[in-house]
């Protein structure tokens, strides 16, 4: 503004004074003068001679959920808990400054503030089993993401390194009994510049008052079948996502916000709340279209057949994704998974493996008639098999017990050879 209003006066002035100067007008020279001097008026009020810009600046904090003196809750099974805040560092504040200097036009100085702590929060009485999920002002996020170490409560635990570097190794309590988390530099910035409401998702079997090892139900559990057996990338260890063009993609095994695999969240769940268990049946799923056995072909079966993984191709005992048939569909949605893949298959088995499991490939048929086929019911001899049946009612062209049926002849052997692919 001062710019514009001084080099109209200095025109003016240089207008009633007239004449030249090396050719240029009196009015041309008081305009440029009041101009220089109107641009440096500018420049002091609005640009290097301001006051520096502070962003993120915070004068006190307050660390919710601290409360000296509150109780320790007691968990059994699984649940949610907010715990209790106790220790904490001083906060550890940066500051970045940006901007001024001598170019034109000149910027103002920017001093950006941002924020560490480390703190450690209680959960509850005794030696849990594991911490799954973790919430932060209600928003849940990765415990991968955050610098988060968990002490499960053993009458044995030793103290936190970084509380026994900040208070001294004589001063730093271990907390022998109870159930905590720390975390180390926890950066605020992502939460506003300020610590966040946390909550957990907290495990804990049943112990007896000693706390030593119980005979409860997930220290008796010695084998278990891993779920689920559809889902064409599901006991793939990799993560998987499929490639439409144009950089299209989608994920298909990521779904939780551990950013690991669903197969990899799976089996830590097993190693932690089932320490005993040493053996997994490994259920891979085909697919089954009719519960005559001489008519009934087994098949691997696929979502779609367009878009693929490009980390991870699908393809079944040598048919590619291409070749393959697409699982049954109720309107846009698919009623099942489609078979996994054999790489996923191998994947599964090595982690297992190396999770101290003894693994069995647990084979699954799944039947693929909707309502409304038209073909024979074995057991009534109508047209029209229920639907999404069951495997176990697989039997032959006209079942046991009923007029006609094969049973006990070798026409009922050839039905069964047919079925499980050998010559009659």
Partial sequence: MATLLLSAAGAALGGTVGGSILGVSAAALGRAAGATLGRVIDQKLLGTGSSAVETGKIDKFRLTGAGEGAPIGQLYGRMRLGGQVIWATQFLERATTTGGGKGQPAQPKTTEYSYS???A??????????VGRVWADGEEIAPGDLNMRVYPGTMDQEADPKIAATQGIENAPAYRGTAYVVFEDLELEPFGNRV????????????????????????AVQAVAMMPGTGEYTLATTAVYYDAGFGDTTA??????????????SLETLTSELPQCQSTSLIVSWFGDDLRCGQCSLKPLVERTTADAANMPWRVSGIARQSAEVVPFDGDRPLYGGTPSDASVVEAIAALREAGQAVMFYPFVLMTQKEGNTLVDPYTGAAGQ???????????????GTAGTSDKTAAAISEVEAFLGRPP
């Fill in 117 to 119: 702590i480390s703190v």
């Fill in 121 to 130: 929060v209680a959960l509850c009485e005794g030696e849990i089993s594991r």
């Fill in 196 to 219: 966040p409401q946390f909550s957990f998702e907290v495990v804990r079997s049943a112990q007896d008052v000693d706390m030593t090892a119980p005979e409860d139900l997930p220290s």
């Fill in 252 to 265: 298909s095994n990521v779904n939780t916000a551990a950013a690991k695999s669903d197969f990899e969240v």
């Fill in 386 to 400: 229920p639907k999404l049946p069951w495997r176990g009612r697989i039997t032959l062209e006209a079942a046991p």
